[in-house]
């Protein structure tokens, strides 16, 4: 007797509860949540860009008088030819002779070097330039340009 | 009889507490949402960039210039047909740009990189001069 009373006291707590909670359907939502995470995540690069830090001077003129350094010059390439000839010290100059050149160059010219180029030389050889000159120690490079108003 | 029917209840309810793990989700995918940078290709498609032994590591950024061999010019997926243009972009955004990020192309003109390095030097007012990141080859 006292058995099955208990008995039916449960089964009216259980439906009582299931009538308080009405539960939301969380799946699909979680679904699409887990979705976009997947996205983000393949999505995200955390790797770092690579690339030649050029700290610019600030603005205003440039100074009139004549930096010292070494002066490289380099020509537009001509037409089947990929890079345009460079010129150091009034010597035609080629990348595998550069890093000797910067080397072995007077210590009061070495801390700079001016590239003095032309337009179409392309930017693959002033990075390569820019390239050897700091692997030969040298920290600052300028461009020389055309003062226009 | 009452540890039976304890046990009868705790069968009932055997359900996963969700509420944790969705917490846990929702937390990752804002911090995904929050830290990623879209890799916005401009319109003539991603440069070639040159290779370089020395080089620096800096953090991907919105609003790079992409310069492409015949010399268009680009930042992320808006393209600007003249330098004025670049300069007026430059002028609105002055505030969101660190570090000026220019990917150029390996076969671009020298030329092109130096007229957008000399607007950036003009536009940004930064005392101590605006640094820029030539974008160089990922692989050795």
Same mark, same amino acid.
């Given at each position: 007797?006292?058995?099955?009373?208990?008995?039916?006291?449960?089964?009216?707590?259980?439906?009582?509860?299931?009538?308080?909670?009405?539960?939301?359907?969380?799946?699909?939502?979680?679904?699409?949540?887990?979705?976009?995470?997947?996205?983000?995540?393949?999505?995200?690069?955390?790797?770092?860009?690579?690339?030649?830090?050029?700290?610019?001077?600030?603005?205003?003129?440039?100074?009139?008088?004549?930096?010292?350094?070494?002066?490289?010059?380099?020509?537009?390439?001509?037409?089947?030819?990929?890079?345009?000839?460079?010129?150091?010290?009034?010597?035609?100059?080629?990348?595998?002779?550069?890093?000797?050149?910067?080397?072995?160059?007077?210590?009061?010219?070495?801390?700079?070097?001016?590239?003095?180029?032309?337009?179409?030389?392309?930017?693959?050889?002033?990075?390569?330039?820019?390239?050897?000159?700091?692997?030969?120690?040298?920290?600052?490079?300028?461009?020389?340009?055309?003062?226009?108003? | 009889?009452? !540890?039976?029917?304890?046990?009868?209840?705790?069968?009932?309810?055997?359900? !996963?507490?969700?509420?944790?793990?969705?917490?846990?989700?929702?937390?990752?995918?804002?911090?995904?949402?929050?830290?990623?940078?879209?890799?916005?290709?401009?319109?003539?498609?991603?440069?070639? !960039?040159?290779?370089?032994?020395?080089?620096?590591?800096?953090?991907?950024?919105?609003?790079?210039?992409?310069?492409?061999?015949?010399?268009?010019?680009?930042?992320?997926?808006?393209?600007?047909?003249?330098?004025?243009?670049?300069?007026?972009?430059?002028?609105?955004?002055?505030?969101?740009?660190?570090?000026?990020?220019?990917?150029?192309?390996?076969?671009?003109?020298?030329?092109?990189?130096?007229?957008?390095?000399?607007?950036?030097?003009?536009?940004?007012?930064?005392?101590?001069?605006?640094?820029?990141?030539?974008?160089?080859?990922?692989?050795?």
């Amino acid at each position: 007797m006292e058995q099955v009373g208990e008995n039916k006291l449960t089964m009216l707590a259980t439906k009582l509860k299931e009538r308080k909670a009405p539960k939301m359907d969380m799946a699909p939502m979680i679904d699409i949540v887990f979705l976009l995470l997947i996205f983000f995540m393949v999505s995200t690069t955390f790797a770092p860009m690579p690339g030649i830090r050029v700290q610019l001077p600030p603005p205003g003129k440039p100074s009139p008088d004549k930096p010292k350094g070494l002066i490289v010059r380099v020509a537009n390439p001509e037409a089947a030819q990929r890079e345009g000839t460079m010129i150091l010290n009034d010597e035609i100059v080629d990348f595998n002779q550069m890093f000797s050149q910067f080397i072995n160059a007077p210590e009061e010219v070495k801390n700079m070097l001016i590239i003095q180029s032309e337009r179409q030389v392309m930017h693959q050889q002033i990075i390569k330039l820019m390239d050897i000159a700091k692997q030969a120690g040298i920290d600052k490079i300028g461009f020389a340009v055309v003062a226009r108003e | 009889m009452a !540890l039976q029917l304890k046990r009868k209840a705790s069968e009932q309810d055997t359900e !996963l507490q969700m509420a944790p793990m969705i917490d846990c989700v929702f937390l990752l995918l804002i911090f995904f949402m929050v830290s990623a940078v879209m890799r916005v290709p401009p319109p003539f498609g991603f440069p070639t !960039l040159p290779e370089s032994s020395t080089k620096h590591e800096f953090p991907r950024k919105k609003f790079n210039i992409f310069i492409s061999p015949d010399g268009r010019l680009a930042v992320d997926d808006e393209e600007f047909l003249t330098l004025d243009e670049l300069d007026v972009f430059l002028s609105a955004h002055e505030n969101q740009i660190s570090t000026l990020i220019i990917k150029a192309d390996k076969r671009a003109e020298h030329g092109i990189v130096i007229d957008v390095m000399e607007r950036a030097k003009r536009r940004f007012s930064k005392p101590e001069g605006q640094e820029i990141a030539l974008a160089v080859s990922e692989d050795d």
